[in-house]
Nanobody, 120 residues
């Protein structure tokens, strides 16, 4: 099976930085788009950033200029570098990936979520 394992969440001060990682493992033929979503208490899950297999990126307006998404194809890993963090960035962050298994069937997978808390 394919699974995504996240790491890097935690508590940081406003203005601080944090780097999230998400590694895909299992019977993977190829990974297309990878991304990060977040969900704050009382709010719907929202897109944070995505990156395609061709390295094209897309960001939510609220994080543009502060967050950077990247990927390491050799490690099947996507990263989210978060700088100048604000309290409103506090949320559970979920990674996702559109992955073709060895059967060449595309499916979207989700990580378990990692808590990011920005507070003084």
């Amino acid at each position: 099976q394919v699974q995504l394992v996240e790491s890097g969440g935690g508590l940081v001060q406003p203005g601080g930085s944090l780097r999230l990682s998400c590694a895909a493992s299992g019977s993977i033929f190829s990974i297309e788009t990878m991304g990060w979503y977040r969900q704050a208490p009382g709010k719907q899950r929202e897109l944070v950033a995505t990156i395609t297999s061709g390295s094209s990126t897309n960001y939510a307006d609220s994080v543009k200029g502060r967050f950077t998404i990247s990927r390491d194809n050799a490690k099947n890993t996507v990263y989210l570098q978060m700088n100048r963090l604000k309290p409103e960035d506090t949320a559970v962050y979920y990674c996702n990936a559109d992955i073709k298994s060895d059967s060449r069937v595309m499916f979207t997978y989700w990580g378990q979520g990692t808590q990011v808390t920005v507070s003084s």
